[in-house]
Every structure is written in structure tokens, then in C-alpha cells.
């Protein structure tokens, strides 16, 4: 069974950076699709980007151009960097992880404990 580590997060002021990381334990951890998730308070949990099996990687719209994630496959631990924060990206950060998983959140069964991220304006 795959579990998921999160580090990271944090508060920082708008146009900021922040790290996410997230460590998969498990032999076949580099064979899901590994994502990102956010929730703010009040909503839904969103799709925010995934590395899919075959290798690419998908961006929400509102993430596009500022937020990269990334694979270190060797040590199983995807990092997601998010640049030029914005106050609306106020959320609780989740890694989630699936055999193939897709856009929704209710595709993915294996979960990080979540990371807080506060942007200040």
C-alpha cells in the first residue's frame, strides 16, 4: 500500500513562493499517477495539477503558468512549486495518488494529510 508524506507549505505574502513536497513509500509508487489537490474553507476539493503515468503533466487553468510540479522518480517524491502566489490560493494543499488516476478527486484513494498555505495580500 502506497502512503504519502507531505512537507512543506507555509504563510507568505502575494507574488511569493512556496515548496510543496510529497514522499511516496511503496515499491510501486512510481507506476501511479501522483496529483495535487486544494481546499479552501467553505469548497470543494480542486484539481490542481497531475503527473500522469505516461509522464506528462496537467495544470488547472488558474495555476498555469505559475505553479510547476515535478517527479523525482528515483526517490518516489513529487514536488509541486508555486510562484507568484495569489491570496485566492489560500488552501489546504493534498497529495493523492492512484493506480490511474484522473481530474476528480473522488478518482484517487490514497491521500497526504494535507499542508496549509496562506497567502497574505
Known amino acids: 500500500q502506497v502512503q504519502l508524506v507531505e512537507s512543506g507549505g507555509g504563510w507568505v505574502q502575494a507574488g511569493g513562493s512556496l515548496r510543496l513536497s510529497c514522499a511516496a513509500s511503496g515499491r510501486t509508487a512510481g507506476q501511479y499517477t501522483m496529483a495535487w489537490f486544494r481546499q479552501a474553507p467553505g469548497k470543494e476539493r480542486e484539481f490542481v495539477t497531475a503527473s500522469w503515468a505516461g509522464g506528462s503533466t496537467s495544470y488547472e487553468d488558474s495555476v498555469k503558468g505559475r505553479f510547476t510540479m515535478s517527479r523525482d522518480g528515483a526517490k518516489n517524491t513529487v514536488h509541486l512549486q508555486m510562484n507568484s502566489l495569489k491570496p485566492e490560493d489560500t488552501a489546504v494543499y493534498y497529495c493523492?495518488?492512484?493506480?490511474?488516476?484522473?481530474?476528480?478527486?473522488?478518482?484517487?484513494?490514497?491521500w497526504g494529510q494535507g499542508t496549509q498555505v496562506t497567502v497574505s495580500s
Open positions: 493523492a495518488a492512484a493506480w490511474r488516476g484522473g481530474w476528480h478527486a473522488n478518482e484517487y484513494g490514497i
